[in-house]
């Protein structure tokens, strides 16, 4: 068994995590809007005014704090007054990207009354590919402007007098690729063209700018995000920039032993691109924090093709990613003011499956559930003692020390939240907790765990993996626990 050892100082606060980083993705793709979330009021399945009930309740178990629509994809070819109005007088539209038909019977203001149900902010993906400023502008008055002009009182026919008032609006998804193949300087071009306008009709929006994941320091796309950032100097104009992360190694269930350790060896890529970016924004905008959002990131196996709507069985493993992933967030609150898992529902790595009026829960939505408490708490300073094993992230020439234990802790009131994932195969881990400047009165755990980390959750098996509450104490010196091999735990410190 190895031996390590998590030191937290409650004194030194690094940052606030911001609840956001707990945010979801829902695209036009597959089954993740249609079937998943949307059944339309006529449907059997028990629903709220068209939305699934069973997906309401699981998103607001998870206090979702956001929710990125249409795409993605999708949203460079969406025009958004096909998805208003009488659904009947609604235009049937082809999904170019995902090879689908689009009914637009989930529209702007569908997804209002989703959001509202759940109580998540909205977080909406304008058109820059296909689109122009005038109808991102548009889109925008019909969402917050709160004047009387023919598409307020358009709005207000559609069911909502008042405004939206949405907060968060991306400007592009990919622009580099099915965003319309821009290169960073014409990019910055269009975004400054189009956020010029949209500031001006409302202060209080953030808009997020289409950024490139480095994938671990690649200078081809190293350059992207820096040349933007040359381009676009303007800092009252960005608020934010996004870049995406997928992960694949291997089979969805089937993976081998040394492809479950090189995943998390391709953690290390994120984190670079993270702090690349992270003294990126720095260096252009010194006068004015841009924040850096993560709104797509997750597992996307061999078996999720365009065919079969990006679906893709959902295992111990790539719950344990998720919760490796959350903690890096965490631990880079600093900058990281947002993070979008891919996807909702049924697409990629979801929180959660249906079938018909059957739905069940994934590995992946149990972190979530057990991650919730880090949501607006102050992130602490730490240090991990732990072995490492050796990987080679992709993208890098050589192999990287991996921790076996990746380790976030946070504080609201007199509790501590740690969360930790075992990031072996077979080794469990024993661990001494110290918390520096205050003794610990009681402890309080879960733990995700299966025997092996290809299990799943199924129709046929939908608690296979659930949380397990654990037995903890504290001592005079911490508390020791040890940690399962390839499991995820959380605990919960009462400080006296």
């Known amino acids: 068994?190895?031996?390590?050892?998590?030191?937290?100082?409650?004194?030194?606060?690094?940052?606030?995590?911001?609840?956001?980083?707990?945010?979801?993705?829902?695209?036009?793709?597959?089954?993740?809007?249609?079937?998943?979330?949307?059944?339309?009021?006529?449907?059997?399945?028990?629903n709220d005014k068209g939305v699934r009930l069973d997906v309401l309740a699981a998103l607001k178990q998870l206090r979702a704090p956001v929710v990125r629509w249409p795409g993605g994809c999708f949203a460079d070819a969406y025009h958004w007054r096909d998805g208003i109005g009488p659904a009947k007088s609604r235009p049937e539209t082809v999904n170019i990207w995902w090879r689908q038909n689009d009914p637009n019977s989930f529209g702007t203001d569908e997804?209002?009354?989703?959001?509202?149900?759940?109580?998540?902010?909205?977080?909406?993906?304008?058109?820059?590919?296909?689109?122009?400023?005038?109808e991102a502008l548009e889109w925008l008055e019909y969402c917050n402007f709160g004047g009387d002009t023919t598409l307020t009182r358009m709005r207000a026919d559609?069911?909502?007098?008042?405004?939206?008032?949405?907060?968060y609006w991306g400007v592009g998804n990919e622009n580099w690729g099915c965003g319309g193949r821009f290169d960073a300087r014409d990019y910055a071009?269009?975004?400054?063209?189009?956020?010029?306008?949209?500031?001006?009709?409302?202060?209080?929006?953030?808009?997020?700018?289409?950024?490139?994941s480095p994938y671990g320091g690649n200078p081809k796309w190293d350059n992207w995000n820096h040349d933007f950032c040359h381009q676009m100097r303007h800092a009252d104009l960005i608020d934010h920039l996004s870049i995406h992360r997928y992960f694949a190694r291997g089979a969805a269930t089937s993976f081998s032993d040394a492809e479950f350790r090189a995943v998390f060896g391709d953690l290390i890529t994120l984190e670079k691109d993270i702090q690349a970016t992270d003294r990126l924004l720095g260096y252009f905008y010194p006068d004015r924090f841009v924040g850096l959002i993560i709104d797509e990131w997750g597992m996307w196996h061999p078996s999720a093709v365009v065919d079969n709507g990006l679906e893709q069985e959902s295992s111990l493993r790539d719950a344990l990613l998720a919760g490796a992933c959350l903690?890096?967030?965490?631990?880079?609150?600093?900058?990281?003011?947002?993070?979008?898992?891919?996807?909702?529902?049924?697409?990629?790595?979801?929180?959660?499956?249906?079938?018909?009026?059957?739905?069940?829960?994934?590995?992946?939505?149990?972190?979530?559930?057990?991650?919730?408490?880090?949501?607006?708490?102050l992130v602490l300073t730490q240090d991990v003692q732990c072995d490492h094993y050796e990987s080679h992230p992709v993208a890098l020439s050589q192999k990287h020390p991996v921790p076996e234990l990746s380790v976030s802790s946070s504080q609201s009131g007199n509790k501590v939240f740690l969360s930790v994932v075992n990031q072996t195969l077979d080794k469990d881990i024993e661990a001494v907790v110290q918390i520096t400047d205050g003794r610990i009165a009681s402890v309080s755990g879960k733990v995700l765990h299966a025997d092996d980390p290809r299990d799943t959750n199924s129709f046929e098996h939908p608690k296979r993996i659930t949380p397990k509450r654990l037995k903890v104490e504290a001592g005079p010196e911490g508390v020791s626990h040890v940690f399962q091999a390839h499991s995820f735990t959380t605990l919960t410190c009462t400080l006296e």
């Not at 050892?5 to 695209?27: K, M, Q, V």
Request: proline share 6%; charged share 15%.
């Open 327 to 377: 903690n890096l967030f965490n631990r880079y609150a600093h900058r990281v003011t947002m993070a979008n898992i891919a996807q909702t529902i049924n697409v990629l790595q979801s929180v959660a499956n249906t079938d018909g009026s059957k739905m069940y829960l994934t590995p992946t939505y149990h972190v979530f559930d057990m991650m919730r408490s880090h949501m607006g708490a």
């Open 189 to 212: 071009k269009e975004y400054t063209r189009f956020a010029t306008y949209l500031k001006a009709l409302d202060l209080e929006i953030e808009l997020i700018a289409c950024g490139f």
């Open 111 to 134: 997804f209002m009354r989703f959001c509202q149900a759940v109580g998540c902010a909205p977080y909406i993906c304008m058109n820059v590919g296909s689109g122009t400023p005038q």
């Open 158 to 167: 559609n069911g909502s007098p008042e405004p939206y008032g949405v907060k």
């Open 1 to 46: 068994m190895s031996q390590a050892h998590i030191r937290i100082w409650t004194e030194l606060p690094a940052a606030r995590i911001n609840p956001n980083i707990y945010g979801h993705f829902a695209e036009h793709l597959g089954r993740c809007i249609y079937e998943g979330i949307w059944v339309g009021p006529k449907s059997r399945i028990p």
